[in-house]
């Protein structure tokens, strides 16, 4: 099997699974996240059958709706894998990016990392910024029933990883606590740059945001 068809057998059976997904989380966040690493690789010495696998199966059993199991995705994207005609050492090295790429473990010693890695957790930051993280953000604030804005609530900046998966702020305030801190946490040049354009963006919305929250726009 050439890498083509390997990649289309992931597209169709990651769409398959998470037909039933929530909005934040369904197929077409891995779809924006796959085409972005695919741009970000275009400029970095990569393995790029790894980036696509890893951005396509990245994922495929999100924790939040698993009882937290975390686990779950990088044991899911192994069985797939191992159905296929790949070999063990590309298995292991996308199933290390899944385990390893999320934000909410980002206090935890890095016990992995790679250039493909980063690629895919660019990819995938940048699709928590800018118009769709915008879009992102109130839909699944909705989803948890969090209020829109309280000006009462005030952002918690150093939430323990327990505190952050409680998600119960106010949409707003994911701005501060996560959103606005994540340009800062890119990892190669494209990805700076294109996290930068969408900062200013989601400066530009907060702004406006404020002045009709107090009517004066
Ligand atoms: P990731 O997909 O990087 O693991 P999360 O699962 O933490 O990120 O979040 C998925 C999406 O939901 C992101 O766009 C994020 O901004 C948004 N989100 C996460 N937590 C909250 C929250 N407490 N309030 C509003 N949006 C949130
Ligand atoms: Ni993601």
Redesign the pocket.
Known sequence: MNSGELIDIAHRYVKESLSEAEG??DWW?VYRVWKMAARIADSEPVDRKVVELAALLH?IA?P?FHDGDESIGPNTAYSFLSEQAVSPEIIDHVVQIIRYM???NRSEVPSFNSLEMQVVQDA??L??IGAI?IA??????GF?G?PIHDPNMKPRLSMTKSE?KK???S?IN?FY???LLLKDMMHTSTGREIAQSRHDFMQLYLDQFFREFEGEQ
């Open positions: 934040g989380h966040h994922d999100d939040k999320s934000f909410k995938d930051k699709d928590a993280g992102r953000v109130f839909s699944f604030g948890k969090n952050y998600s119960n702020g949409s994911h606590e996560k959103l």
